[in-house]
């Protein structure tokens, strides 16, 4: 039995890749896809979530737009690093899919009641805006969530956009804070994890080798945000950060973690947007996530690699 699934999304050539993995996947049914403005602005975002269904030859996949800037802050974006369309590298045909005229959080809230309690899983690669949106809006409709699985976060690695914050938890906290406290499992891919997934050269030349389009694409959108990444880390190769949630959807087993409180920090000027992660459990919070640590990286790259080369 497909798990159904909603991707809430900021593409990014990262989000790009896991939504291709989605749709490859037998492993799981999108029900839909929602844009949210994060990495660029939700104009990008909704346009390159649509681009991305057409390289998979799915353009029957609804795609919504939903919240255009967090919910208590000015919009804080990545172009430094996805470049100015979000999907820079390769050149990419406009889509001709249809944006869906219903806003992203309605989708979100009547996909949950429309649904068998406990059988849709929501999987955010980007800030949590709409997530938090849809929570706030529709109070009833947290109980009817299977789980949140999402990318995001970070505890040892600490931070990518300031010294103490991961970008999607960074661009809005108060969003993340809601998801964390809704008391639904939450399992979490922070950097941590996403860090020790890396684009190594014979990882990238393996999606070059597929000779398809999408197969191409992936590769060439790595060698466009690998640059930034080799240079900041100094490593050999770019983590790639969303297609984790997917991979996790169908084997969890690559991933291992801790059942931990993690708690947003909401306030200071100087850490606003960390994940707080108890990984040693020196508080008596109550554990709310399943807080990955590690990742089988090369069967991570190996189930990315097989699913991708079936589009």
């Not at 291709?20 to 602005?41: C, D, K, Q, R």
């Not at 919009?75 to 869906?100: C, F, I, R, S, Y």
């Not at 956009?161 to 960074?170: G, L, Q, R, S």
Request: proline share 7%.
């Amino acid at each position: 039995m497909a798990r159904k699934i909603i991707i809430d999304t900021d593409p990014g050539q990262d989000d790009a890749v896991a939504i291709l993995l989605a749709l490859a996947s037998p492993e799981v049914e999108v029900l839909g896809i929602t844009a949210v403005a994060g990495n660029v602005p939700l104009e990008l975002t909704a346009k390159n979530a649509r681009i991305v269904c057409e390289l998979a030859g799915r353009p029957d996949v609804r795609v919504f737009a939903g919240c255009d800037r967090p919910l208590r802050h000015t919009l804080v974006t990545a172009e430094h690093v996805h470049g100015k369309t979000g999907l820079d590298g390769p050149v990419m045909p406009e889509p001709t899919m249809p944006l869906q005229d219903r806003h992203g959080v309605d989708f979100i809230v009547e996909t949950l009641r429309e649904e068998a309690p406990e059988t849709v899983t929501l999987c955010p690669l980007g800030p949590l805006t709409n997530i938090a949106t849809a929570f706030e809006k529709a109070p009833d409709i947290v109980a009817n969530v299977q789980e949140i699985v999402l990318m995001g976060g970070a505890y040892f690695q600490v931070g990518n956009i300031t010294p103490a914050a991961e970008f999607n938890i960074y661009v809005d906290p108060e969003a993340a804070d809601i998801v964390f406290k809704c008391g639904r499992p939450v399992t979490v891919m922070p950097l941590d994890v996403t860090h020790k997934a890396l684009t190594t050269a014979p990882r990238v030349q393996a999606f070059r080798d597929l000779g398809t389009k999408p197969g191409t694409m992936v590769a060439e959108w790595t060698d466009f945000f690998e640059r930034f990444d080799k240079e900041k880390y100094g490593s050999a190769g770019a983590p790639l950060h969303d297609p984790c949630v997917i991979a996790y959807l169908i084997d969890p087993d690559l991933f291992s973690g801790r059942h931990v409180n993690v708690e947003i920090e909401t306030q200071s000027e100087l850490t606003r947007g960390m994940s707080v992660a108890d990984w040693w459990r020196v508080t008596d919070r109550a554990p709310n996530a399943m807080f990955m640590g590690d990742v089988d990286a090369q069967g991570f790259f190996a189930l990315l690699t097989e699913r991708i080369g079936t589009l």
